[in-house]
């Protein structure tokens, strides 16, 4: 999958640089990283790396269309994915799951759909997660 992903960054004229596929590899690794958690993760590998440097290229990765990002809690999570799709947000212990699209149905009016013509979904559940509640229920 990196393979593809890098090779769809070289077509599109994107660079690759070790630092780069570092960071591709830890999103396929990690569950929605922040860009701070990222530039933890390299900073021992890469200690000239910045959090910045670390910040733009996920911000380029996006515009790539290889990445998505999803602003939450006053910060953006990441997920290597090119296509949006649904997720779960627990409001309690804040993790983010992906949802199978196929399981959820948005129906929008043609009115809505003819006046807005929505390019984009982004759709989030809010709620509690299963653990969260089986350790509420424990107390």
């Known amino acids: 999958m990196i393979d593809r992903i890098i090779q769809k960054i070289k077509d599109k004229g994107g660079r690759m640089t070790i630092q780069r596929v570092t960071i591709l590899e830890l999103l396929a690794k990690l569950d929605h990283p922040t860009a701070e958690e990222i530039f933890q993760y390299t900073h021992d590998r890469f200690p000239s790396l910045s959090f910045t440097t670390v910040y733009n ?3 380029s990765f996006k515009q790539l269309g290889v990445i998505q990002e999803y602003y939450m809690e006053e910060r953006s999570r990441f997920e290597l994915s090119e296509k949006p799709h649904p997720h779960f947000h627990c ?5 983010l799951n992906d949802l199978d699209p196929g399981k959820i149905t948005i129906i929008m009016d043609e009115t809505l759909e003819e006046e807005l013509a929505p390019v984009d979904v982004e759709l989030f559940l809010h709620g509690f997660c299963q653990d969260c509640r089986r ?3 424990k107390s």
């Not at 409001?91 to 993790?95: E, F, H």
């Open 91 to 95: 409001l309690q212990c804040g993790c």
């Open 57 to 59: 290229t996920l911000k």
């Open 135 to 137: 350790n509420e229920d």
